[in-house]
């Protein structure tokens, strides 16, 4: 069983940098499993915002609308996913979610077409 597990600082102060981990247990990221690996946010009362995935390869591909601030890495000593966005505004506050999926997903934000979701985590930019 393929679990997720998203870690960081729930309180970051505005034009920081923004850094979460995602541990994955029960897949190698780099290695067999073929699975992408998505970084996807929830801002207070608004819907899933899906921000950029990184490959089994260490491709990656960002929403154009977070691409200049955003950074998606891997580090397969710790089996985890990283995120880091930068220059952070009181609008990134949200839960952020890492989710795997079997085929290249660009953009599109159903949880049916993930196949496992981290239980998400709070972030909140305040001064």
């Known amino acids: 069983q393929v679990q997720l597990q998203e870690s960081g600082p729930g309180l970051v102060k505005p034009s920081q940098t923004l850094s979460l981990s995602c541990t994955v247990s029960?897949?190698?990221?780099?290695?067999?499993?073929?699975?992408?690996w998505h970084w996807i946010r929830q801002p207070p009362g608004k819907g899933l915002e899906w921000m950029g995935v990184?490959?089994?390869?260490?491709?990656?591909y960002y929403s154009p609308h977070l691409k200049i601030r955003t950074y998606i890495a891997r580090d397969t000593s710790k089996n985890q996913v990283t995120l880091q966005l930068l220059s952070v505004t009181p609008e990134a506050t949200a839960v952020y979610y890492c989710?795997?999926?079997?085929?290249?997903?660009?953009?599109?934000?159903?949880?049916?077409?993930?196949?496992?979701w981290g239980q998400g985590t709070q972030v909140t930019v305040s001064s």
């Open positions: 029960g897949a190698s990221i780099a290695t067999g499993n073929y699975y992408y």
């Open positions: 990184i490959s089994y390869s260490g491709s990656t």
């Open positions: 989710a795997a999926s079997q085929t290249l997903l660009l953009g599109p934000t159903a949880e049916h077409l993930y196949a496992y």
